[in-house]
């Protein structure tokens, strides 16, 4: 019977048990690494998706505004012909005498932003709509269904007191968001003069009131 030698089978076993190790250590890593990729191609996917979708957000919300100089212009020249259309109202058919006044002072004024506006447009290429779309004619058969003399005035008052207040909203609302430089300035020298016609429109209003 042959003898084992117990320091030779030590060393084997050792041996083993080493490359066994390091197999081990190997494989170990290598899965983390793998790991460690798989993580990154993951939020690497995740960025692009969150970026795409802001992306396409900004693309509907500036398909939805467009333009906000155009769209202000625009939207400036529906509500001006509109006030237009009621300040005439206004002087065709008063009876008070402050109202005849302040109606064909206001008439003047309005008349003159249109202009400007009309100008600035036509600078800038930008379409304007020809007509109100009835919005002025509807705010004058509303206001001559169902009232007469000083209750006609009262009523006339009242919708340039709202239509001031709708006036005045659109210019600020517009005031940051246009880019244009020249039109920012209009806007900003036009609200004193609203401010104007919707104080002297509310003092009206109080005084046909009483």
Known sequence: MKHVNTHHFLLAA?????????????????????????????????????????????????????????????????????ELRIIQE?????????????????????????????????????????????????????LNKNTKGKDWDKAWADKMVDGHKDAIDLFEKYQDKVKDADLKAMITNTLPTLHSHLDMMKQLQDKLGK
Do not use: R, W
């Not at 036509?122 to 709509?129: D, G, R, V």
């Open 90 to 142: 206004g002087l065709d058919k008063g009876t008070d005498k402050d109202m005849k006044g302040h109606a064909k002072m206001m008439l003047a004024d309005h008349k003159k932003l249109g202009t400007t506006v009309k100008g600035y447009s036509t600078k800038k290429s930008y379409m304007l709509p020809d007509n109100d779309g009835g919005k002025g004619d509807d705010a004058v058969a509303s």
């Open 14 to 82: 050792a041996l083993t048990l080493t490359v066994a190790c390091n197999d081990s250590s190997s494989t170990s890593t290598s899965t983390t690494d793998s790991t460690s990729t798989m993580t990154a191609k993951v939020d690497t996917a995740m960025k692009d998706i969150k970026e795409g979708a802001q992306n396409v957000a900004a693309d509907v919300k500036n398909a939805v505004d467009g333009n906000p100089d155009s769209n202000f212009v625009v939207k400036a020249t529906v509500a001006n012909m509109e």
